[in-house]
Nanobody
Framework: QVQLVESGGGLVQAGGSLRLSCAASGSISSIEYMGWHRQAPGKQRELVALISSRDSTNYVDSVKGRFTISRDNAKNTVALQMNSLKPEDTAVYYC??????????WGQGTQVTVSS
């Protein structure tokens, strides 16, 4: 079992930057993937970025070149550096983790609002 706590959300002007962080506790050594999903008002939740235990990464096309996901060597934190933010990035961002059996854990979410 993994517990996830997000931080770093807030309000930013278009073109600005934010850095989201997620702290994991519990069965940390069992984590195979960590990442971020987001859900905009009235829309379905979507995968934003993913990082594996071997540090391979994947991003949704809309954030490639602007967002960077990273994790520390202990794999107990994951961060999402968000640059060149756009109003369409406005959403609740959820940290998540997946263990080797495919079991998923979710954070409670952090609001990111990008104003025009």
């Amino acid at each position: 079992q993994v517990q996830l706590v997000e931080s770093g959300g807030g309000l930013v002007q278009a073109g600005g930057s934010l850095r989201l962080s997620c702290a994991a506790s519990g069965s940390i050594s069992s984590i195979e993937y960590m990442g971020w999903h987001r859900q905009a008002p009235g829309k379905q939740r979507e995968l934003v970025a993913l990082i594996s235990s071997r540090d391979s990464t994947n991003y949704v096309d809309s954030v490639k070149g602007r967002f960077t996901i990273s994790r520390d060597n202990a794999k107990n934190t994951v961060a999402l550096q968000m640059n060149s933010l756009k109003p369409e990035d406005t959403a609740v961002y959820y940290c998540y983790a997946v263990n080797g059996l495919g079991l998923r854990s979710w954070g409670q979410g952090t609001q990111v609002t990008v104003s025009s």
